[in-house]
């Protein structure tokens, strides 16, 4: 499939202001890239990776193992196993909301808290267009695929949480490749088009609206879509 590589401008999409500080509660967005002051001063250090496929390195192995364990060790049925990756499909989508509305746009008010948050997220919302801030490291992801993992552990037990893991992993591959390639990328496939124009509407319309990523069904159901 063919695709012209573009940056999102943010020129004339929306309003810009003067940076006095980058906890700043003023509008803000830059097609530029965080200045070096700030990302040294701001952004943790190790909490993203500047490789577009280095996360693949790590996660599609573990998608693998996960998946070959299912099957061949565990015996997992390909009926059982398919069950509990639509069953993670259908969580991711939840979860993704979810995350992104009440923890990514958390508000915090003491300075570590500020510092983290606009570490994870808020950056990325005043500088859409620096890739450095597109793909958090596995050193942050990892861990959370732990505690996941051992969450559901206790829900699903030790032989179908690895299935419904596998699947859990294969959503954060594609959602890491979609928000990357949103961001750099035009493909003419009509469903990442609407996905794009769902994304680039909550960063450029409305922060508040299009929480979604992946999916657009919990903005519908929870009012929060923007069309």
């Known amino acids: 499939m063919r695709s012209k590589k573009m940056k999102y401008h943010t020129e004339n999409k929306a309003p810009a202001a003067k940076k006095a500080t980058s906890h700043s509660n003023a509008p803000f967005v830059s097609h530029k890239e965080v200045p070096a002051e700030i990302y040294d001063k701001e952004i943790f250090a190790n909490m993203y990776t500047t490789n577009p496929v280095g996360y693949l390195y790590f996660y599609v192995p573990l998608f693998l193992v ?11 049925s390909i009926f059982t196993y398919f069950a509990y990756v639509a069953a993670a499909i259908g969580f991711w989508t939840v979860f993704e909301y979810v995350m992104h509305r009440y923890f990514f746009h958390w508000q915090p008010t003491n300075k570590w808290g500020k510092q983290f948050i606009y570490s994870l997220h808020k950056a990325h ?9 597109l793909l958090v490291s596995w050193l942050l992801s990892f861990p959370s695929f732990l505690m996941l993992y051992g969450l559901f552990y206790v829900l699903l037990g030790s032989v179908n949480v690895n299935p419904f893991m596998a699947g859990m992993v294969a959503c954060y591959i594609a959602y890491d490749w979609l928000h990357y390639a949103s961001h750099n990328y035009n493909f003419k496939n009509s469903l990442f088009q609407k996905l ?7 960063h450029f319309q409305d922060k ?4 979604g990523f992946t999916s657009t069904l919990w903005d519908k159901i929870l009012n929060t879509f923007l069309k």
């Not at 996960?66 to 997992?76: E, G, K, P, Q």
């Not at 919302?125 to 620096?130: S, V």
């Not at 794009?196 to 909550?202: A, L, S, T």
């Open 66 to 76: 996960l998946t070959i364990y299912s099957l061949a060790v565990l015996a997992i």
């Open 125 to 133: 919302h005043e500088y859409p267009n620096d890739n450095r801030l």
């Open 196 to 202: 794009k124009r769902h994304h680039m509407m909550h």
């Open 208 to 211: 508040e609206k299009n929480y």
